[in-house]
């Protein structure tokens, strides 16, 4: 059984700095890309960032690129996302999720879009107090 299980949100002030935890477990994690995404009450599920661990080639969202940071620790299977210098505009319900399986290499556009994507887990909430 695939499963995908996040962990690590809270609530932060802006500025602080969380880091969330994908424990993935049920399938090969070497031949999937994992994805970090998030959605805000009444705004559509977004990619925030996202890793292949076969190659480690990771993408970000621009609104993202240089406050978070993805990583992968293969002998774990799991993949991390550090969040730093969080904004009140970061607060959603993160996901993680996993898809693309076989891809030796994938593009931004695939690897942070939603419908790529097979498997998920039940998300983590992250807050941020301004």
């Known amino acids: 059984e695939v499963q995908l299980v996040e962990s690590g949100g809270g609530l932060v002030q802006a500025g602080g700095s969380l880091r969330l935890s994908c424990a993935a477990s049920?399938?090969?994690?070497?031949?999937?890309?994992i994805g970090w995404f998030r959605q805000a009450p009444g705004k559509e599920r977004e990619g925030v960032s996202c890793?292949?661990?076969?190659?480690?080639?990771?993408y970000y969202t621009a609104s993202v690129k240089g406050r978070f940071t993805i990583s992968s620790d293969n002998a774990k299977n799991t993949v991390y996302l550090q969040m730093n210098s969080l904004k009140p505009e970061d607060a959603a319900l993160y996901y993680c999720a996993a898809g693309l399986p076989g891809r030796k290499r994938i593009e931004k556009f695939e690897g942070l879009r939603v419908g790529g994507y097979d498997y998920w887990g039940q998300g983590t909430q992250v807050t941020v107090s301004s």
């Open positions: 049920g399938f090969t994690f070497d031949d999937y890309a």
């Open positions: 890793i292949s661990p076969s190659d480690g080639t990771t």
